[in-house]
């Protein structure tokens, strides 16, 4: 087990090196650079030229490489090049409030698909089947910017209930952050819904039909005990996999709910570097974001064992 | 079964908290203090003054800081940290008397050596700021004494005091590095905190040397970047006043009870650019003939949704120095047509415009230009590109392009470096060179008189209407939401939001 886990975290450190690399060869054959962006359409090329010196952009692509490399391992994210700011706070300000939402959603999607899946499943072929696999169809079909606008128009606008941004201050109270949360969350998971719901609905259905189900009905146990001892157990494999890739795409990939909800997250901080340039600051969110990524496929690998002993990774099957 | 009563146990579980959190206040509770909230679209970058570039950013400066003049909604000149200020009879060097007993945020008192280190900053090309090209006049600067400042320049310049008053030449402490970290200025507020993407805090500052102002306890500079968003929190009453709202959203407001649109054509012009080195554009012929066949007032309703104003050049229209005499050409499609067969065009001309696909009036722009050159028989293609390629590679390079500038404080700076041979502005622009237009430009800047210099700068303008090195279609119009309970707000033509006398009633 151990040594699985070693190889893995080994693996994983050897992708973050090859991603640093692809990122910064990416950045720089995009046209134009940093010193550019930061001066604007006014630059006489001196003042460029001067800009680009000072930060450095003239040495060859190895030595910028190296730069950033070996103060990056020792911890020191350096400054962003737009904001002559340190990275580390920024960075870790926007993951704070990312992995927030994530997680939140993450458990309101968790706790509600795989609800709707194992209903779907022990009523399969009914009203109520059908009703929920539209809700989550239209969910995942419609993009989720106009959830979101079209959730804003009507809770803010016509209800009044709810704030149109999704950022507030905790210092402001504990409901009302909770309350700016509610409609991203709620956007969040309608785009979600589908593929939680509908994995768990195939997996259960498909163990309801095994053998060892009849057997444990032929035992005389309680259908209840059949169903979430024996059936979600093995059926929420796949949707374990399901969950971890989503909390992946709700770190980094949310960009679009970040801008609806004005939500300072860790998306919209990669495409304000990205668009300047701002290398070290793409770095340091990329190498987060796939550190996460990676980080999150992992738990759901050793997840994996809890619920089916017979994965377990480095020991022999009895 | 079973099943169900746990579903109606989950159910109901959901229910409650549900009430529970819609019932929570969602308002804090009762302030005593008052905090004026706006939004803007784009993002602060930096919080230095001296590489400011866009709109929250200018106005997080007139918040934090002050600079030695400013101009006021009626585009004149007014003192700010400097009470007074006189010129040699040659207009070749300035001396300006700074005002007594004003202190940065952090107590120290304000001097003349503040003065000479933030022009001096601003001046080196390692601090990277964008208004270096606009100070390059200056030789030196040198404190006389502790409130007396001398500025040394390399010609005669009748606008120095109009120029120090602009955007990025706000006042910061002597030999202080840390203004993008914790900035320090001598402002109506003082900075508390900044989350990129999110929000800029700052509270009064109780010791503002202007007495009665500020207004307000605390000022949040918001960034929503979806203009739909920002509506709804205006006419909620999270935000306040949500700045530069594009033209094809002014109608979602003013169709609400609770906030107006307020306008004003400010300078910022948009236009197009043609490379008067490379063909087809080097041929003045050319040149005249796409300022034939466009239609400024039909531009404008395509582009502008009708919110512009049109002009002849960057200076505007309400300006006295505006050429008046001069009306609006209708398009002239005859002409065009005989000038491109005259440039050997007469079997018609292929052209792409380049644009920033982010902007979303300039890509307007740019099909406005197509529609009109089809009838002439210039077949355009549109080509949009972000910011970056659109800065790196297209900008200055390619033949034909859209351009948007921000309005500059005087005729001088709307114009010299754009159009004198020498201005940075031109050579990454349109690369136009006329001699004529260089003595003008130079003759307006040593003018002694109001008379002298209107004269110059009408002339400036048919030259450029005669050359047309490229076509300056219109100002923009700058709206801004504006909630009904807010008090004490003028929309300047400088674009910016200048808060410091705005008050909320309740």
Known sequence: ?318 | MVQQSWLMRLTAVLAIVTSLLLCWPKEVGAQSKSTLVASFATGINSLDPARFGNLPEYSYGNLVFNALAYIDEDLKLQPDLAESWQTSDDLKVWTFKLRDNVKFHDGRPLTADDVVWTVQRILDPKTGSRIRANLQIVKSVTAVDRLTVRFELNGPYADLASVLADYPARIVPNGYTDLAKHPIGTGPFKFVSFVPGDRLVAVKNENYWEKGYPKVDEVRLMHIPEMSSAITALESGSVHIVADIRPESISQIRSGKAATVQSVPSGTWMGYVMHNEKPPFNDIRVRRAFAALVDKEEVIKIASFGTGTVTHSPIPPRHPYFLNEVATPKADLATAKKLLADAGYAKGLKLKIWYPSADAEQERLALALREMAKKAGVDIELSGVPNDKFYGEVEGKESLATTMLYGRPTPDTQTYLWYHSTGSWNRNMWHYSNPKMDALLEAARAAKTEEERTAIYKDVQRTILEDVPGIVVYVKAISHGVRNNVEGFSVSPRAWLELKGVSLKN
């Open chain 1, 1 to 318: 087990m151990f040594v699985y886990l070693g190889q893995r975290i080994l693996v994983m450190t050897l992708l973050l090196v090859v991603m640093s690399i692809l990122v910064f060869c990416a950045i720089h054959v995009l046209p134009g650079n940093v010193a550019i962006l930061i001066l604007g359409d006014s630059a006489a090329p001196e003042h460029v030229a001067a800009l680009e010196a000072k930060l450095g952009l003239n040495d060859p692509l190895h030595v910028q490489y190296w730069r950033w490399a070996s103060m990056f391992v020792t911890g020191d994210f350096g400054e962003s090049l737009v904001m002559e700011r340190p990275i580390a706070p920024i960075v870790m300000e926007a993951l704070g409030k990312s992995l927030v939402l994530a997680s939140c959603t993450l458990l309101i999607v968790a706790l509600v698909g795989i609800t709707l899946g194992v209903i779907s499943a022990t009523r399969r072929g009914s009203i109520v089947d059908h009703g929920a696999s539209l809700f989550a169809y239209l969910g995942i079909s419609v993009p989720e910017f106009f959830w979101g606008i079209v959730l804003i128009i009507v809770c803010v606008n016509y209800l009044g209930l709810l704030p149109a941004s999704g950022n507030a201050d905790i210092s402001d109270g504990i409901g009302n952050y909770i309350a700016h949360l509610i409609l991203p969350i709620a956007t969040l998971t309608l785009t979600l819904l589908a593929h939680v719901s509908r994995m768990t609905r195939s997996s259960v259905i498909e163990e309801l039909e095994s053998n060892y189900v009849k057997a444990a009905r032929a035992k005389g146990l309680p259908e209840r005990i059949v169903l979430f001892r024996h059936a979600l157990r093995n059926g929420l494999l796949p949707t374990i996999t399901v969950l971890a890739y989503d909390f992946g795409w709700l770190i980094g990939g949310i960009v679009v709910v970040e801008t609806v909800f004005s939500y300072p997250g860790v998306g919209r901080l990669l495409i304000f570097a990205i668009e300047r340039h701002d290398l070290p600051l793409v770095q340091a969110i990329v190498i987060l974001m796939t550190a996460i990524y990676m980080g999150a496929n992992l738990v759901a690998d050793l997840l994996y064992t809890c619920f089916n002993p017979k994965l377990r990774y480095g020991g022999a099957v009895e």
